[in-house]
């Protein structure tokens, strides 16, 4: 059987229940909330109780996928999780949503790690798995599910976050196509953001890590053009919107500034005429699908998907048939550029897509409630520890974790009861 296509099924999104406001958050740190508002561009984030985890926002993120788009379980053949936030050194998170989830057991399931490119790597595994006629009609289910932590009055603490996007891939995409032969791809090796296999919390050498990125970013973008025969298969002009990493949203604006200058430099000669230009091509082509990044933060290898949830929910049916580019950035670091078709019909799901119902239902922590939410999180991942009750953060109903006995890992609950 020859595919011909390959691409976004389905897209659903799990946030956690709780949020801290930014403002509030700097006025705590001693910084000017402007600084937090405009200087990273964050209005919210959102915050991961002990009772969440990679696990449980995977799970209620997948299942909503399925469920909302009307797929049936037994049609997937390969379960990927990108995670940076593992449960296990050896037990894929995989294994227990492929549980949670009841998925055949002919189903190849696994997990995949580059920090934030880890469901990038995924999404571009299961398009290259039924262009080669493995998937035998099936579909794959790629799930991206992060915790961002950088820790308490710590520099990365204003670019947490916490979320799960999941994506059905199949071989007649019902919102957008994946070009195959645009991806382009980068790796080097760098120190720019690690989390060594004893800490909960990520370093980072933040202002070179935005390097690094935007070293990717060109990297990839040749490697592209290189493969599609020249640049003009990306041209800006012919896009009809951005989507890249976003840590924090004024991230996403230095990488457009620096997709414009790679793309225009040698054409705009003048600063001021190459500023107003990457100026316009920003307000038009990236900010305005920027919302839900900026009120649940860095939710690591979900991010780049968030911003395309974004697009999707306020898609209108006047640019379908549109291109779309996607840059995904790992630190460490791996990266690939390339890009996608809006699908015909794709804007009749807009309500599927969109998760704010369920961002609406989120309650404020103020931040000694935050700050001891964290601490609670981090005793709450040891053998024997004191059971975290879903009831004292007012979650509802859902699933849950609620401890680990006997160095077995305890869940509570069903996604598909997740308000
Ligand atoms: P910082 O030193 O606290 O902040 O670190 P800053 O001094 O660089 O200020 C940030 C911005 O706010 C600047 O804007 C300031 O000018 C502005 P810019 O010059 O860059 O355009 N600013 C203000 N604006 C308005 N009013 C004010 C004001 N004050 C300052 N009053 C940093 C910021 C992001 C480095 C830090 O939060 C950090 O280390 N974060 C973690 C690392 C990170 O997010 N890196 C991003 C690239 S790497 C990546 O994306 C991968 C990653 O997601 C991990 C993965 O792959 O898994 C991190």
């Not at 520890?385 to 509802?396: F, K, N, T």
Request: with cysteine; net charge negative; aromatic share 10%.
């Amino acid at each position: 059987m020859t595919v011909t296509a390959a691409g976004i099924d389905a897209l659903a999104f799990y946030g956690p229940r709780c949020y801290v406001d930014m403002a509030e958050l700097a006025e705590a740190r001693g910084v000017d909330p402007d600084k937090y508002l405009l200087g990273l561009g964050q209005r919210q984030m959102a915050v991961a109780t002990p009772c969440e985890d990679t696990v449980t926002m995977a799970s209620v993120a997948g299942w909503r996928a399925l469920e909302q788009f009307d797929i049936d379980p037994a049609e997937i053949g390969t379960l990927i999780v990108g995670t940076e936030t593992g449960i296990d050194h050896s037990k894929p998170a995989a294994v227990y949503v492929h549980e949670m989830l009841g998925l055949g057991e002919n189903c190849r399931t696994f997990e995949t790690k580059h920090a934030c490119y880890g469901a990038m790597a995924g999404l571009t595994s299961t398009m290259d798995w039924i262009h080669a006629g493995r998937a035998r009609g099936r579909k794959a289910l790629v799930i991206a599910s992060d915790i961002a932590r950088y820790g308490i009055d710590t520099a990365g603490e204003p670019t947490q976050g916490a979320g799960a996007v999941a994506m059905v891939v199949g071989d007649s995409p019902r919102l957008l196509e994946l070009d195959p032969t645009t991806f382009g791809d980068y790796t080097r090796q760098v120190m720019d953001f690690w989390r060594p296999l004893y800490s909960k919390y990520a370093f980072a050498d933040g202002h070179y890590s935005i390097d690094c990125y935007l070293d990717a970013f060109t990297g990839a973008w040749r490697d592209a053009c290189e493969q599609a025969g020249g640049r003009d298969a990306f041209s800006l002009d012919n896009l009809d919107a951005c989507f890249y990493h976003v840590p924090f949203v004024k991230m996403a604006r230095k990488a457009h500034h620096r997709h414009c200058e790679t793309e225009w430099g040698q054409s705009i000669a003048r600063e001021d005429q190459l500023a107003t230009r990457v100026r316009e091509s920003y307000d038009t082509q990236v900010a305005p699908w920027l919302e839900l990044n900026s009120v649940v933060g860095n939710i690591y290898t979900g991010s780049l998907f968030l911003a395309i949830a974004d697009y999707l929910r306020k898609l209108d049916n006047a640019r379908e048939g549109g291109r779309i580019s996607l840059f995904s950035y790992g630190s460490g670091c791996g990266a690939a550029f390339g890009t996608a078709t809006v699908v015909e019909g794709a804007g009749n799901w807009r309500q599927q897509v969109d998760p704010q119902p369920h961002l609406d239902q989120r309650h404020k922590l103020d931040i000694p409630a935050y700050e001891q939410l964290i601490r609670a999180a981090d005793s709450a991942d040891h053998n024997d520890a004191p059971y975290p009750e879903p009831s004292q953060w007012d979650l509802g109903e859902g699933l849950y974790y609620v401890g680990t006995r006997d160095h077995i890992r305890h869940y509570s609950g069903n996604p598909a009861n997740a308000t």
